[in-house]
């Protein structure tokens, strides 16, 4: 059975920083580009982050370049969001995305950022 588990969302003061974690299992994750999206209310789903198979290999959106960091772990089967300043902006719903044979996708969590 294939999931994808994000979790670290949470509702943090501007300026703040969280790492959100998306635990794999049910495929073979090593194979699969990760990729994180969120999706804000009203907005589309976009793509805040990508990273290749063996980690070497990243791209960050222009709109969070410098504050938002993609990582993984091939052996805990897991990856990773570093967001550091985090903006009202920033707030949405973050969606973990493995892309190889198949696409999965998580179920979110929720970042808020507000004072």
């Known amino acids: 059975q294939v999931q994808l588990v994000e979790s670290g969302g949470d509702l943090v003061q501007p300026g703040g920083s969280l790492r959100l974690s998306c635990a794999a299992s049910?495929?073979?994750?090593?194979?699969?580009?990760m990729s994180w999206y969120r999706q804000a209310p009203g907005k589309e789903r976009e793509r805040v982050a990508i990273i290749g198979t063996n980690g070497n290999n990243t791209n960050i959106a222009a709109t969070v370049k410098g504050r938002f960091t993609i990582s993984r772990d091939n052996v805990k089967k897991a990856v990773y969001l570093q967001m550091e300043n985090l903006k009202p902006e920033d707030t949405a719903v973050y969606y973990c995305?493995?892309?190889?044979?198949?696409?999965?996708w998580g179920q979110g969590t929720q970042v808020t950022v507000s004072s």
């Open positions: 049910g495929f073979t994750f090593s194979a699969y580009v």
């Open positions: 995305r493995a892309q190889g044979v198949t696409t999965y």
